[in-house]
């Protein structure tokens, strides 16, 4: 499974960014699709996952602001982030999950919130 994901960059406090990423290769059964952050000196985290059944988790600390989506034929999941804060500052990797329990990571998309 290979992970593409776009859409990272600078955007201002209060602002809006939305990240894609998209999975590609043969053979695999999605079972959800999320992204995870990194900031520098911190350990990786959730932001938001969803199952192929819609379920959602989100961390507390971005619940109502970022909203995650998917598009189950395109097997691309989306973030949302409205309102960032400086605090959002990280690089953010997509993450799949398939049925037969194999994880799988993007490269990473830099996102950087200006105060």
């Known amino acids: 499974v290979q992970l593409q994901a776009s859409g990272g960059g600078l955007v201002q406090a209060g602002g809006s960014l939305r990240l894609s990423c998209a999975a590609s290769?043969?053979?695999?059964?999605?079972?959800?699709m999320g992204w995870y952050r990194q900031a520098p000196g911190k350990q990786r985290e959730l932001v938001a996952t969803?199952?192929?059944?819609?379920?959602?988790i989100y961390a507390d600390t971005v619940k109502g602001r970022f909203t995650i989506s998917r598009d189950n034929a395109k097997n691309t999941v989306y973030l949302q982030m409205n309102s960032p804060k400086p605090e959002d500052t990280a690089v953010y990797y997509c993450?799949?999950?398939?049925?037969?329990?194999?994880?799988?990571w993007g490269q990473g998309t830099q996102v950087t919130v200006s105060s």
């Open positions: 969803m199952s192929t059944g819609g379920n959602t």
């Open positions: 993450n799949v999950r398939t049925l037969g329990l194999y994880t799988y």
């Open positions: 290769g043969n053979g695999f059964s999605i079972a959800a």
